[in-house]
């Protein structure tokens, strides 16, 4: 069993929360199926995890794994027991696995 509780494809979460710490715009364009939305920029500014990443793993991403790394190690000063995507959504969409846009249809990394 992963992290996720079953494989990623299947857009089931399971234990862990998949935090996306892009921009909005970004965001919209295209995310993995789940992602909860939380922008570094709001993260960095002191915002709290939305509740349903409260008191559970988070695995955060970002497109390329910069922005992730940078969130990850804020979360874990915080006391979150958090890892990142190394390669971001740019390797998940390359990896084949699912990205879908803010109206549900086929997405795109931005």
Known sequence: MSLFGRSPRGGNTG??????????HEWQAGHAP???LLPL?????GDG?????RSRPVVVICRSG???RRAAELLRDRGV?????????????GAGL???EARGGHGTVA
């Open 98 to 100: 699912p990205v879908v």
């Open 81 to 93: 027991e958090a890892v990142d995507v190394i390669g971001g959504m740019r390797d998940w969409a």
């Open 66 to 68: 910069n922005r992730s």
């Open 49 to 53: 995890l939305p509740a349903t990443a």
């Open 15 to 24: 234990t862990a929360v998949l935090l996306d710490i892009r921009e909005p």
């Open 41 to 45: 920029s709001a993260l960095a500014g």
């Open 34 to 36: 789940g992602a909860v």
